[in-house]
């Protein structure tokens, strides 16, 4: 069997969600379960979470109805609505909550003939322009929602665009333009991504949404996840397969993309972009082996990448390498490899086999 698991430490999850129910007293959360749960396995995440959890958010019915199978109770947010009036129905009878973020999600639901009403979010555009009403939107769409047979609850939703940038201009605007609608009468309201559970109180309002830092990843770009007490949940982990001994002027791998400035032992690990591992990370990015960091050298392959080990004189062919996890956090190889911690978590391919710890 080929050498490369991604450990998901469930224990670290549970312990991450506890720390976005305690920096918002009080309030509920939806832990954001989407893509896979950012790529950990959503049946293993939602079974872990489920008795403590008060509910969970997704992107789509068909991740919705695979979690529903799993919680028959939780609520459950679908975040970007029904993609199509056909979905509505099955909606109502999955039980969800829907955000409406459209005139032509709005005109759906009061059109719709539903098995029973449904908890909706009228997702406000505070100053994000991806989706979401207008003000003067929210108000007519609340207006025509609030007395409609379709709809149990009327909620209100929005999303922060900058709430990993602390002091960001924008973090305020889009709070004072929330709470300005706040005149019209919600049942709940929710704001919070992870980096405003963390740093904006006045955002964390009925409902917070945490996602990333319940994988153990930091939601902010001036404080690691360690800082945030967070735990990382899972570490991708290859194995040596090869070390070749090089002179110093030889180079490596694909496009002979690296020379070694001196002789140099290079090991080859068993994992390559086609498991998810960005191709993009550069020479130097770390990776974790003999409690000590060691530098990416040439191209990231499909399905192998290279190291230099000349500084880890005991390395051998089988020792274990962590290419981000427990040790080595993630945000660290993103930010070598130009992306985000989100991207590399979510993006680990199905054929990277995934073992659970309690
Ligand atoms: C609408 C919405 N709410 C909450 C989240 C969770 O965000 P984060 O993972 O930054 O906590 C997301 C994720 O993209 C989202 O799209």
Same mark, same amino acid.
């Given at each position: 069997m080929r050498p490369l698991v991604a450990v998901v430490d469930l224990a670290a999850i549970r312990h991450n969600y506890a720390i976005a129910k305690r920096c918002a007293p009080g309030r509920q959360a939806f832990a954001v379960v989407k893509a896979n749960a950012y790529g950990h396995g959503v049946r293993e995440v939602v079974t872990t979470l489920h008795d403590e959890v008060d509910g969970f958010a997704v992107a789509s019915l068909e991740e919705a109805a695979e979690v529903r199978a799993l919680h028959a109770s939780a609520r459950l947010l %679908? %975040? +970007?609505?029904?993609?199509? &009036?056909? +979905?509505l129905p099955i909606a109502a009878q999955l039980g969800l909550d829907i955000v409406v973020q459209g005139e032509e999600q709005l005109a759906a639901l009061l059109a719709a003939d539903l098995p029973r009403p449904i908890n909706v979010w009228i997702k &406000?555009?505070?100053?994000?322009?991806?989706l979401g009403f207008s003000a003067d939107g929210v108000r007519a769409a609340h207006a025509r929602l609030r007395a409609a047979p379709q709809v149990a609850e009327l909620n209100l939703i929005s999303h922060f665009a900058c709430a990993d940038e602390r002091g960001h201009w924008l973090n305020e605007q889009q709070i004072g333009e929330f709470l300005g609608l706040l005149g019209l009468d919600f049942d709940l309201r929710s704001l919070a991504n992870s980096a405003a559970v963390v740093t904006l109180p006045a955002a964390h309002l009925d409902w917070i949404r945490p996602g990333i830092m319940l994988y153990g990843a930091t939601p902010l770009l001036d404080m690691t996840a360690a800082e945030l007490g967070l735990k990382p949940a899972m570490s991708l982990m290859a194995e040596i397969i090869a070390i070749h001994d090089v002179a110093e002027g030889d180079s490596i791998g694909y496009g002979a993309g690296w020379t070694a400035r001196r002789p140099s032992r290079i090991g080859t690990l068993s994992c390559g972009y086609a498991d998810g591992y960005p191709r993009q990370a550069p020479a130097g990015t770390p990776a974790w082996l003999h409690g000590q960091r060691v530098p990416l050298a040439g191209r990231v392959s499909m399905d192998m990448l290279t190291v230099d080990l000349s500084d880890v004189p005991l390395a051998q062919v089988g020792d274990a390498v962590e290419l981000w996890g427990a040790n080595l956090p993630v945000d660290e190889v993103a930010r070598a490899a130009g992306t985000i911690g989100y991207e590399l978590l979510s993006k680990v391919t199905a054929r990277v086999p995934r073992r659970y710890q309690a």
């Open positions: %679908l %975040l +970007e609505g029904c993609f199509s &009036a056909s +979905e &406000a555009d505070t100053g994000m322009h991806r």
